[in-house]
């Protein structure tokens, strides 16, 4: 995705608002990660996947609940980051299934799991820069104890 330009400030909080949403669910993920295990975080990316979903749907352009102050390239390029959102959140699901059911012991598959979502986190954050809403939005640093 190439560096996104004429964004309103309602465009860039509106597209700060959904990497939000995946930092918030990433977080979510981390901490019952340490406390009960990487297949019940699991839940904290489905229900990223579904509101992925809802939101995309939300922004479609037959739709009369969108976003008026948002521009049509700002819904656009939320549309595609919601479809790779739940694309990401499938593909982590797939992969913390073969971790898993993998030889390793479960600090492991706990330390794998942590370093999937630091990938999904730095995807984000990428994109978040490739549209100049980066400016819109606090730091988020993923923590835990062990």
């Known amino acids: 995705m190439a560096t996104v330009r004429g964004l309103s ?8 608002g959904i990497v939000h949403q995946v930092w ?11 406390e009960r295990g990487p297949e019940e975080a699991y839940y904290a990316l489905e ?5 992925a979903v809802s939101h995309r749907r ?4 037959r739709s009369a609940h ?4 948002v521009s049509a390239s ?17 593909g982590v699901g797939d992969l913390l299934a073969r971790v ?7 600090d492991e598959v706990e330390e794998e799991a ?13 994109m978040a820069t490739q549209m100049g809403v980066s400016r819109n939005l606090r730091p988020e640093t993923l923590w835990f104890e062990r």
């Open 114 to 126: 942590l370093k999937i979502i630091e990938g999904f986190i730095t995807w984000s954050a990428d």
């Open 58 to 61: 939300r922004l479609s352009p």
């Open 74 to 90: 700002a819904l656009r390029i939320g549309r595609v980051l919601l479809d790779d959102i739940d694309t990401f959140c499938h």
């Open 47 to 51: 229900e990223l996947a579904e509101w």
């Open 9 to 16: 400030t309602h465009d860039k909080r509106f597209l700060a």
């Open 24 to 34: 918030r669910h990433c977080q979510i993920f981390v901490a019952v990660c340490v």
């Open 66 to 69: 969108r976003p008026h102050l």
């Open 100 to 106: 898993q059911y993998s030889p390793l012991d479960p």
